[in-house]
Each structure stands twice: as C-alpha cells, then as structure tokens.
C-alpha cells in the first residue's frame, strides 16, 4: 500500500502494522461517488457488483484502479478492541516502537511578520527595532 511504501522511506522512523475490518457492518462504502473518490456507479453492473463482493484488492498499479479507488475511500467504523489487540501484538513484536526518536532534520519553520523599525533618538543616535512571529512550529521541537 502507499503507507506501508511511506513508512519505509528514510528517514521516516515509523513501523508499519496492518489491521484488517473483520466486520462487514462496520464499512461505509460510496458507490455514487465521482470515480476519482472511489465512486463505481460508471461501471457496468457485473464489474460493480464484483468490486463491491471482493473483499481483497488484487495488485495492480497505483492510482486509477477502480477497485482500489473504492476501497481506499470508503469509510470505516474501527472496532475498537480488534485494533487495540493489533497494536498490543506490535509492542511485543516490535520493541522500539516505544522508544520516541527525536528527528534531527526538523527545522523551524519561517519567521513570521517580520518588521524592522527604526527612530532618530538625537543627531549622532538611532534605534533599530525587529520584532516577529516566532515560527508556528517552535514550541514542537522542544
């Protein structure tokens, strides 16, 4: 999937762990949907009702694969404990991810409304004054 493909990027740091819905109920698909949203109603009916029977999508090619469109914009209701088990079993499997590693390319972010101002105080003396807004993301790399 392109989030399994993300998470193994460099640099990322992150662990990619699958959960499945096992429950049918809990899927909220969209078939009137534009095609680009995962919508299938511009299909023919036999080739809608295979995609919305399938309950896997076979491989294929990123990203204008209609089955693949469905699935990825459907919505689902997460089964809480089913989910919660998943991530128990990755804890165990997968010890680091307790370990919280601190990126060390993240910069701050541009300095907002930068303003300098300048004031004559007697004829050999200025004053220059800068002032701004600290980058929005400043207080995150702590």
Known sequence: TPYKTLTSLPGMELHYVSWRNIKEENTVIHPQRPWEQGGIAHL?????????????????????????????YQD??????????????AMKTKPNLKKVKIASTVHPGRVREACCQTSVQMPNEAKLTVSWQIPWNLKYLK
């Open 44 to 72: 023919e009916k036999e080739e809608q009702e295979r995609i919305m029977a399938s309950k896997d999508v076979p491989r294929h090619l990123c990203c204008r694969n209609p089955e693949w469109l469905f699935r990825i």
């Open 76 to 89: 689902t209701l997460v089964d809480i404990p089913s989910f919660l088990g998943v991530l128990r079993e």
